[in-house]
């Protein structure tokens, strides 16, 4: 016995046919340039927060030396043994 032919319930033949194109363009591989693109703008990215972390590391060292042993006089010793 032939198996009956489905026929598409009234209004769904928009539905289907936008869920069908969904799945057909993710499918499709990333363009090249727009690739590059990310990765370029992620390697700018991980470059300004790398600048930005080591001038605030660079900021809070010379804060430290300036208030320590300029205004109160201390010696900012390491732990014993240290050179």
């Known amino acids: ?9 009234p209004g769904r033949e928009g539905t289907q046919s ?3 194109r969904a799945v057909l363009a993710a499918r499709s591989p990333i363009p090249m340039q727009l690739l590059g693109r990310a990765l370029l703008r992620a390697a700018l990215v991980g ?5 930005i972390g080591s001038s605030f590391f660079a900021g809070v060292e010379l804060v430290q030396q300036l208030v320590l042993e300029g205004c109160a006089a201390t010696c900012r010793c390491g732990p014993p043994g240290n050179a």
Do not use: F, H, S, V
């Open 47 to 51: 470059i300004a927060a790398g600048l």
């Open 18 to 20: 936008m869920l069908t």
């Open 1 to 9: 016995m032939p198996a009956a032919a489905e026929t598409p319930r």
